[in-house]
């Protein structure tokens, strides 16, 4: 090979060399794994809060492609909701959406929502009271207090009853001695115990065996979350419809996630999360009715409390609430509010 031949083999190789050079940073950002956005829920697939959150990753999924990997965790694949804070805390998880339920235990203010005041009422009062001054202050407690983001507002559950095995409640009287399942809330415990009840504090995939062993006697769920379950395949009996409390879950993401996170990508989480709230409180609506309809195909016999028994029991359960706030470590300047707007608010049949 002459001189001018090598010369030639010899640029062409550095040309080749150089040319995968500038193509590596290429082939890396594309071999590149994309920032991780996991999303935890501990309902079932089939539960109406895992399928408004599913819609909810969904359409960050769409919005943010090419920019993170959204992955959505039912069932408690991941985390059960009473983990989901220290996971968030810990940067294991970057969004989740657990009930008011578990809250209470880190911020005394949200133990509000189970306050005696709102048993037997309506959704509406929760929503403006949510609306209120005193929702104000809850939400700028949870985000100081945990060092999270609240993403939005609040999507539905439902309202709360008592769903028993073998014996039915006709009355709140009816309750005294029963063991009967909480899913968490300090104001859910002093609340029944002020009944005469004895609550237990069981996670709700820890719940069907529970009822299977005979260890309850009632737990206090929604129709929803009876039928996502098939409970009345694991005794569950009967239903006293008194509205126990209004439950919802609060959308949170880790605070120091939150704060990598370019301001666009932000907004755009906020505005995904909005646009699903209406839905997914309509949707939560229609499930507990229609739950309700396939409980009593399942010969689930329900008990509906008169106005006059629902009012009685809640003026009695207001004698012990401003020990209850005591309990709860529920500022004063707040249940003072809370009463103060309760006082002045008109509920709606």
């Avoid at 069981?202 to 065996?209: N, S």
Wanted: aromatic share 10%; with cysteine; proline share 4%.
């Amino acid at each position: 090979m002459g001189n001018n031949q090598r010369e030639m083999t010899l640029s062409k190789r550095i040309l080749t060399f150089a040319a995968s050079l500038l193509l590596l940073p290429c082939l890396t950002l594309s071999a590149a794994h994309l920032p991780l956005i996991r999303i935890s829920v501990e309902n079932t697939l089939s539960h109406v809060q895992t399928q408004a959150v599913e819609h909810f990753a969904q359409r960050l999924s769409e919005r943010l492609k090419d920019q993170y990997e959204i992955q959505f965790y039912p069932a408690a694949t991941l985390y059960k909701d009473s983990e989901v804070f220290r996971a968030l805390s810990q940067g294991k998880l970057e969004i989740a959406v657990p009930g008011t339920w578990q809250f209470d235990r880190y911020v005394s203010e949200v133990g509000v929502f189970q306050l005696p005041s709102l048993y037997g009422r309506t959704a509406e009062t929760t929503y403006a009271l949510l609306e209120s001054e005193v929702g104000t202050h809850i939400l700028e407690a949870i985000e100081h207090t945990m060092n999270i983001k609240v993403l939005g507002r609040f999507i539905d559950l439902g309202a709360v009853h008592l769903f028993s095995t073998k014996k039915p409640i006709k009355t709140a009287k009816d309750i005294i001695d029963q063991r009967i399942r909480v899913a968490g809330g300090e104001g859910n415990i002093l609340r029944l115990e002020a009944l005469g009840a004895k609550p237990v504090t069981i996670a709700w995939p820890d719940l069907p065996l529970a009822l299977t062993n005979g260890n309850l006697d009632a737990a206090l769920t929604s129709y929803e979350t009876l039928a996502s379950a098939k409970l009345w395949n694991f005794g569950i009996r009967y239903v006293y419809e008194d509205s126990q409390y209004f439950a919802q879950y609060i959308p949170i993401a880790s605070s120091s996630f939150w704060q990598r996170l370019p301001r666009h990508v932000q907004q755009t989480i906020l505005d995904c999360w909005e646009e699903g709230v209406d839905k997914a409180r309509r949707e939560a609506f229609l499930a507990q009715e229609r739950a309700k309809i396939k409980a009593i195909l399942y010969f689930v016999n329900i008990i509906q409390p008169d106005k006059t028994e629902v009012e009685i029991t809640r003026n009695f359960l207001q004698t012990f609430e401003k020990d209850h706030a005591e309990q709860m470590g529920i500022p004063v300047e707040l249940y003072e509010a809370f009463t103060a707007f309760l006082h002045d608010y008109k509920e709606e049949p």
